[in-house]
């Protein structure tokens, strides 16, 4: 059984850096058909892809966030984590992990969410 | 960016009534439209993928339909867990975007 799990969610001041994981267990994340995403969702609104990246390290990344966000890969502890850069009040989200089928897919497991608040 | 908008906003119907939510392409997206259905506090959960294929574990009243610019979520008797609220989301062109959402309620 496939489980996502993100790291705790805590409050980041503006201008710094957002930093998250994502453990995956139940799979491997080595697999080269599984692509492993972020998505993010403020308060009371809709869903938004960050970005999402392969076993082997490519990343694609949403073009409105490409500047502030670098997505990694870690296959020997098995997780993926997500660091954005230069936070405001406007990154204040839910993020999400979700896994996958190909570098444009639809995400068919998804991880709880973690809410990163930006507060000075 | 392909937009996807979502209709109606907010639909209210009873257990046991059809639903029929709509989600319309700013471009032909070929069939490459998902629907999820959240409920609050929870993450999304798949519910179809590529218009009209239900994922695995969603029951057989979920039913997707449509292509290019126009698709539709049917439900087609509502139980009372299926109260939610249902984003589409597609992956045909760069990058991928979801609409806005339509929140299903108990009337």
């Known amino acids: 059984q496939l489980r996502l799990q993100e790291s705790r969610p805590g409050l980041v001041k503006p201008s710094e850096t957002l930093s998250l994981t994502c453990a995956v267990s139940?799979?491997?994340?080595?697999?080269?058909?599984?692509?492993w995403a972020w998505m993010r969702q403020p308060p009371g609104k809709g869903l938004e892809w960050i970005g999402t990246?392969?076993?082997?390290?490519?990343?694609y990344y949403s073009p409105s966030l490409k500047s502030r966000v670098t997505i990694s890969v870690d296959t020997s502890k098995t997780q993926f984590s997500l660091k954005l850069s230069a936070v405001t009040a406007a990154d204040t989200a839910v993020y999400y992990c979700?896994?996958?089928?190909?570098?444009?897919?639809?995400?068919?497991?998804w991880g709880q969410g973690a809410l990163l608040t930006v507060s000075s | 960016e392909v937009v996807l908008t979502q209709s109606p906003a907010t639909l209210s119907l009873s257990p046991g009534e059809r639903a029929t939510l709509s989600c319309r392409a700013s471009?032909?997206?070929?069939?490459?439209l998902a629907w999820y259905q959240q409920k609050p506090g929870q993450a999304p959960r798949l519910l179809i993928y590529?218009?009209?294929s239900r994922a695995t574990g969603i029951p057989a009243r979920f039913r997707g339909s449509g292509s290019a610019t126009d698709f539709t979520l049917t439900i087609t008797s509502l139980e009372p867990e299926d109260f939610a609220v249902y984003y589409c989301?597609?992956?045909?062109?760069?990058?991928?975007?979801f609409g806005q959402g339509t929140r299903l309620e108990i009337k």
């Open positions: 590529d218009a009209s």
């Open positions: 471009q032909s997206v070929s069939d490459y």
């Open positions: 990246i392969s076993y082997s390290g490519t990343a």
């Open positions: 979700a896994r996958g089928v190909n570098k444009y897919s639809w995400f068919d497991s």
């Open positions: 139940g799979a491997s994340i080595t697999r080269s058909t599984y692509y």
């Open positions: 989301q597609q992956r045909a062109n760069w990058p991928i975007t």
